[in-house]
Nanobody
Framework: QVQLVESGGGLVQAGGSLRLSCAAS????????MAWYRQAPGKQRELVAAITGGSNTNYADSVKGRFTISRDNAKNTVYLQMNSLKPEDTAVYYC???????????????WGQGIQVTVSS
């Protein structure tokens, strides 16, 4: 069994900052890519940022220069530092981890339960 636990969300004023964390635990052999997605009310879930096993990153155009994704492999944790937040960043944020349970098992994607981020104007 694998669990992804997200933390760090909440309410912040426009221009403020938040740092999201997502810790993976359980039966994990290896983690490949890690990512953050978000879903605003009435909208489709969208990719915010992703980081590969080799720490290459990519970002949605809407967050470039404001958000930074990073990972701590020793802790099986991915972070999302969000600066200069805007009301349009308001959404439920989900972490997404591509992992394998054993040396011989295939990689699969696991999702966190989601955490609310609300940015007030």
């Amino acid at each position: 069994q694998v669990q992804l636990v997200e933390s760090g969300g909440g309410l912040v004023q426009a221009g403020g900052s938040l740092r999201l964390s997502c810790a993976a635990s359980g039966n994990i052999f290896s983690i490949n890519a890690m990512a953050w997605y978000r879903q605003a009310p009435g909208k489709q879930r969208e990719l915010v940022a992703a980081i590969t096993g080799g720490s290459n990153t990519n970002y949605a155009d809407s967050v470039k220069g404001r958000f930074t994704i990073s990972r701590d492999n020793a802790k099986n944790t991915v972070y999302l530092q969000m600066n200069s937040l805007k009301p349009e960043d308001t959404a439920v944020y989900y972490c997404n981890v591509d992992l394998a349970r054993t040396v011989s098992s295939p990689y699969f994607v696991s999702w966190g339960q989601g955490i609310q981020v609300t940015v007030s104007s």
